[in-house]
């Protein structure tokens, strides 16, 4: 695979190319200077992959313009202070890896991999007993993504008959665990990212809390400055080994499209989108449906869901699948009493309110997820796993 890193600072473009050697498989140039300043990048030898850093509000300009002119080339952007909105626009013109600035070489070598496995062709699939990834995320905040991602989590767990992880990647307010526990985490995502080299199942189990049975939370760290301890390639594998662990990963989101949600999304077997029946929401719904567009996420792998769903609303479902051009929608019921009272005492809808309009509705989704009649087995080795993590403690 060829590499051209572009950086305007030499001393990223040595370490990078250094780290960079250590894959007998990357064949790298480099090319000392601004973007902007670059006249033809894609010419007789033509890069398979194009690592930019950007400094500049030009840089990035010329950036998106090469990349939207190029769409045949990966890309790997670095840059620093990258607002949700340029990550948006990066991704509108396909870019997938973003690395913050300062970028350490050894993560520009693990990117630069994970772009390589991407463009090999597929492997004959190996029988593999992963669990499913599911993303929720909130096309706005307060669509109640975190309620349905915490209700849906326990459903599934269905009272131990299934392993299920609900993963907190919602880095800076991240509230998951708090809708299905009172009682304060282990441990959390950052605090595994910085024990990333020793991770394995029995520490990601160590972090966790078991709340209810079968159903263990990886909640967000409690400061919002620890999210930047999290690296994409941090999540990316606590999420791969989360998948191996259990039958279901529900990962939430949050609102914020970073680097590291974008591993989750990418990651997700399927990922739903959460919005209620208002203009801002359908809005942003519409915006967030652009971006599933350019990441050319397949339609199935997009569920949307219709959250608080009351007759007589300004909106209609029909206005919402004609707007966003979408064929399904899901909806569950607004019912204040019984999600105001779950979200404040910590406790699945369910134990709350187990015949309301929206514990059924839950309920169905749930099943629609995992049909009662084919509930998996429970595998030899997560019991041996359960032994150990518990004998560990
Ligand atoms: N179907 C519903 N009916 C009534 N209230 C709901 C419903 N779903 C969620 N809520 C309420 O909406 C609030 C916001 O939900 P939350 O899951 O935190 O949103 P998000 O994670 O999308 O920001 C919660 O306090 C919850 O009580
Ligand atoms: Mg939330």
């Not at 840059?79 to 970028?103: F, I, K, S, W, Y």
């Not at 299920?164 to 880095?171: G, K, T």
């Not at 990601?204 to 390639?233: F, N, Y």
Request: charged share 20%.
């Amino acid at each position: 695979m060829k590499i051209k890193l572009i950086t305007p600072d030499a001393r990223h473009a040595d370490d990078w190319k250094q780290a960079l050697l250590a894959e007998p498989a990357f064949e790298v140039a480099t090319v000392v200077r601004a973007l902007r300043d670059v006249n033809v990048i894609v010419n007789g030898s033509r890069p398979d992959l194009a690592l930019v850093e950007t400094t500049t509000a030009e840089d990035f300009l010329a950036f998106e313009a090469l990349a939207a002119r190029h769409p045949e080339v990966d890309y790997v952007l670095v840059g620093n202070a990258l607002t949700p909105e340029l990550l948006l626009r990066a991704m509108r013109v396909g870019v997938r890896e973003v690395l913050e600035a300062p970028t350490a070489p050894a993560d520009v070598l693990a990117t630069c991999r994970r772009v390589l496995r991407k463009r090999a062709p597929a492997a004959p699939a190996a029988p593999r007993q992963a669990g499913q990834v599911l993303a929720m995320v909130s096309c706005k905040g307060g669509s109640g993504a975190t309620f349905i991602a915490a209700n849906l989590a326990h459903l599934l767990a269905d009272g131990g008959r299934r392993r299920v992880a609900l993963v907190d990647m919602n880095l800076q307010f991240g509230d998951a665990a708090l809708f299905v526990s009172s009682e304060t985490p282990q441990s959390n995502v950052a605090e595994v990212a910085r024990n990333i080299a020793r991770l394995d199942a029995d520490l990601l189990r160590a972090s966790m809390s078991e709340v209810a049975p079968g159903l263990w939370v990886l909640a967000a760290p409690d400061d919002p400055a620890s999210a930047a301890d999290v690296q994409p390639r941090h999540a990316r594998q606590i999420l791969e080994l989360a998948r191996e662990m259990f039958d279901y990963v529900i990962v939430d989101t949050g609102r914020s499209l970073s680097a590291v949600t974008l591993q989750a999304l990418d990651l997700a077997d399927r990922v739903y989108a959460v919005l209620q029946l208002t203009l801002p929401f359908i809005r942003d719904g519409k915006r967030l449906r652009d971006v599933f567009r350019s990441l050319d996420y397949p339609a199935h792998k997009i569920q949307w869901i219709v959250n608080r769903h009351q007759k007589n609303s300004q909106f209609t479902v029909e206005d919402l699948r004609k707007t966003l051009q979408i064929a399904e929608v899901i909806t569950l019921p607004n019912h204040y009493e019984a999600a105001a009272a779950a979200v404040n005492q910590g406790v699945p809808v369910k134990e709350i309110a187990p015949t309301s309009s929206i514990a059924r509705s839950l309920r169905d989704l749930a099943e629609s997820i995992a049909p009662p009649a084919a509930l998996p087995q429970r595998g030899g080795w997560f019991s041996g796993f359960l032994g150990n993590g518990a004998a560990a403690r």
